[in-house]
């Protein structure tokens, strides 16, 4: 299950303001990573697997590559909560050539074996950091600066995403929320 909060950052002023932060709701920040991350949305050309309550992303960046099913779960506020099943590989392969796992037996399921095909990709340069109470990791908060492109039609905008660590609580997801709404 994953667990997380999304926020449109308003502009480049606002974007870079929160880079700088140290803290968010009382919880430290560490150093920022940058990393370059290419994320291509891929379906059947009838989208079968939209049609299926998902999405599937093949996410790329310098280490790995990753196929993510996500459900198209519920969300309330600025919180999502949906069901993800991940897989790692090398480069990016047809379904039928993943390792055996549930993402690949799911997407051969509700697909029937067909070919997937990409929708739209986004190109995000992603600073991201670890939010921590003492040496709890609570979370990690990603500022990206993302490029959508579909067919010939580019767009840009910036967002925030703070996505709830295995150690995290609905408590702690619910005071950095609130935060980010009240002082951001």
């Known amino acids: 299950m994953e667990i997380e ?47 299926n309550g998902y999405a599937c992303r093949c996410r790329e960046t310098e280490l790995e590559t990753l196929i993510t099913l996500k459900g198209l779960g519920r969300a309330e506020g600025a919180i999502h909560r949906r069901k993800e099943l991940e897989i790692s590989l090398s480069s990016y392969e047809p379904p039928q050539d993943w390792p055996a796992s549930p993402v690949r037996d799911l997407v051969m399921k509700v697909t029937g074996g067909a070919p997937l095909v990409p ?42 995403e703070v996505e709830l660590a295995p150690q995290g609580t609905s408590g702690d997801m619910r005071e950095i929320v609130a935060y980010l709404q009240d002082e951001w």
């Open 119 to 160: 929708l739209f990709d986004l190109r995000q340069t992603r600073v991201f950091r670890r939010l921590r109470h003492g040496e709890l990791l609570v979370a990690q908060l990603s500022l990206d600066n993302v490029r959508i492109i579909a067919s010939q039609r580019k767009k840009s905008h910036f967002e925030l």
């Open 5 to 51: 909060a999304k926020f449109a950052v308003p502009n480049a002023a606002t974007f870079q303001r929160l880079q700088a932060v140290k803290h968010v709701a009382g919880f430290s920040l560490s150093a920022h990573q940058v990393q370059q991350v290419r994320d291509t949305y891929l379906d059947t050309d009838e989208r079968k697997i939209l049609a």
